[in-house]
């Protein structure tokens, strides 16, 4: 039996609830990211590669707030038709 074609009626985002959800998500797999950057630097003993994991420890932080903080940038590709073959709602009779 063949599944019904799902009709689009909306274009709202996600929840405000969903939203701040996976921000909070992507916050803390950056401060995670930036726990090992530490953990790493320590084990690594002395070098140029401690020092690169010590830079990214340090600027880690920066870039997660900024991400975390990025507006839901998501586009799924919906346009409204437009065109000769389109219809337009408009007023019957205008009034000045």
Not at 18 to 39: G, N, P, T
Request: include cysteine.
């Amino acid at each position: 039996m063949a599944e019904p074609d799902v009709v689009r009626i909306t274009t709202a985002r996600s929840s405000a609830a969903e939203d701040m959800k996976s921000r909070q998500r992507r916050y803390a797999w950056s401060m995670s990211i930036r726990l090992v950057c530490f953990v790493a630097a320590v084990a690594v003993g002395a070098g140029v590669l401690r020092w690169v994991l010590v830079a990214a420890a340090v600027f880690l932080p920066l870039f997660a707030v900024v991400m975390a903080n990025a507006g839901d940038q998501r586009d799924d590709g919906f346009r409204l038709p437009e065109g000769p073959g389109t219809h337009e709602l408009t007023a019957h009779g205008e009034e000045d």
